[in-house]
């Protein structure tokens, strides 16, 4: 119920520039879509992956490439650009467009999906590359919590104009929205409602902390109600050129009707993937954002849930499998990829629930529904401006996750406050710039769309700028915060935590691999080597964490042996 908030919440952003304009279906169609193959990415993580309890889900990271993408000549939406002249009540087919809705209007938005599911597959498997050759733990070395920071800051930063929009429908319903999940989340958030738990040994009064565990979701709910009253009442203008027509409950209801009770999704439901390197690129700077996040959810994960801290193969692993579910998701064409959800991450550490099978029967149940029209179909009843008003929180959110990283770094230090500033400030101000201009010319028009996509992404740009400033600039570990955020990143007592091999070994297969001596070398394996003569088997988790964070540093050993 968590995750489920924050994937639909994706699709639902992206009917726009897909061009979806009111084809209902079709956007009920990609939400199912959506939560099938998080529900699929779930259980591979859970079970082949990294093996933790951790949810899988859309992700912002990938919205901000495909906005770029889609801000390019060729895949502007003419029916926008209709309403943009000729204003709501334009008739589309007296202009010699498709009627929405129609086999000629799916196949305009089909080609857009088409696009980006090209662009996901290629660009996630660079990240399968990284998780299969190991080349994340040497990568640690380089990324610390001032890398960090500018990308999932501009991430936050830069899907505002998205939720102003929404909101724009009817400001009142926003702001009321904003208002239930700021109560919801940080006034009421630890009041315990009553609730009875039965387990084997019978039934007993137990307290749930029901507003801090779903307040997004029971905001979108009780948002969704109170028009539903406006809309019955006649409070909110039945006219569609009105200002709070689209806080109407009723403008969607047709979907309900006309979706399928059973809708499969597979791979290429929407014809063949196209490629293009303009869309590759642009897409690669958000799986490499969603992979250095995910880095981070592993270690929080295991934190939370009682787990000794993932090993190097554990790491790998995980990076690897969330590129082949990104593929997976390509394939399926959700319009977007799928990473590790910080929001689930956080229930764990709320109930106290850390079980990798109740993980593992969320993504069986999520893949069920996927599969259910009417049920994806009843998240278009959801108004825009309540939409907007949970986006407004989400992204804010987003943007104070990236400024949360300045915990760990020396904010007297003049030269980390050069690296934090820079980087955002003219992350932003060029992407904003290369949007509104056409002031790339290279003379070839590849190269000008392609950078054209990556410096209107402002996540791109703000990180390569951190990146290469926190790493020339000559500062200490300590000062950088480096040191910090490895501490907070590992936490917990190892003497109290159970046996790595225990958490982590792949089920059913982990005696064979023992036994092949060749398998000792590849990264993603249980016997991984991290030194001569050692193995991921053979030492204790924090040596092998020190040689991680550390990659060739020779001083760094293990604490103990075990």
Known sequence: MTAVSGIIAIPLML?????????????????????????????????????????????????????AILAQPQWKCPYAAAREEF??????????????????????????????????IVASLFQVVIGLSGIMTFALKFIGPLTILPIITLTGISLYPVGSSMSSGQWWIAIMTMFLVTLFSQYINNLRIPTVSCTNGGCRRSH???????????AMIIGTL?????????????????????????????????AKWVKFPYPGQWGTPTVSAVGVFGMLSGVLAAMIESVGDYFACARLSGAPPPPLHAINRGVFMEGVCCV????WGSGNGTTSFSENIGVIGLTKVGSRRVVQVGGLMMLVLGCFGKFAALFLIIPQPVLGGTFMITFAMVTAVGLSNMQ???????????????PIFFGLSLSQWVKSNDA????????????????????????????????????????????????????????????????????????????????RYLPISPTFIIKEGRSTGDHDTQGELNIAFDAIDTKATPSHES
């Open 15 to 67: 009917r726009d520039p897909f061009c979806m304009d009111d084809d209902d279906v079709g956007v009920s169609e990609l939400i199912g879509t959506i939560l099938f193959v998080s529900g699929l990415a779930t259980l591979l993580q859970s079970t082949l992956g990294v093996r933790l309890p951790i949810v899988q889900g859309s992700t912002i990271t990938f919205v901000v490439p495909t906005l």
């Open 226 to 258: 109170i028009c539903a009253v406006l809309t019955v009442t006649d409070v909110l203008p039945s006219n569609i050129g009105e200002w709070g027509y689209l806080a109407r409950t009723d403008t969607s209801l047709n979907v309900l009707r006309k």
């Open 440 to 519: 790339i010319h290279t003379g070839n028009e590849t190269i000008d769309q392609l950078l054209t996509v990556l410096f209107s992404t402002g996540m791109f740009v703000g990180g390569v700028i951190g990146f290469i400033l926190d790493n020339t600039i000559p500062g200490t570990d300590e000062e950088r915060g480096i040191k910090k955020w490895r501490e907070a990143l590992v936490g917990g007592d190892e003497d109290s935590l159970p046996s790595e091999q225990e958490v982590y070994d792949l089920p059913l297969v982990s005696k064979y691999i023992r036994r092949l001596w060749c398998l």
């Open 87 to 120: 204003g709501v009540s334009v008739n589309f087919t007296s202009m010699g467009l498709p009627a929405v809705g129609s086999e000629g209007h799916r196949e305009i938005w089909k080609k857009r999906i088409r696009e980006i599911q090209g662009a996901i």
């Open 208 to 218: 749930l902390k029901l507003f801090g565990l779903f307040p997004i979701l029971l």
């Open 328 to 331: 997976f998701t390509g394939a």
């Open 408 to 422: 760990y770094i020396d904010l007297n230090s003049s030269r980390n406050l050069f690296v934090v500033g820079v």
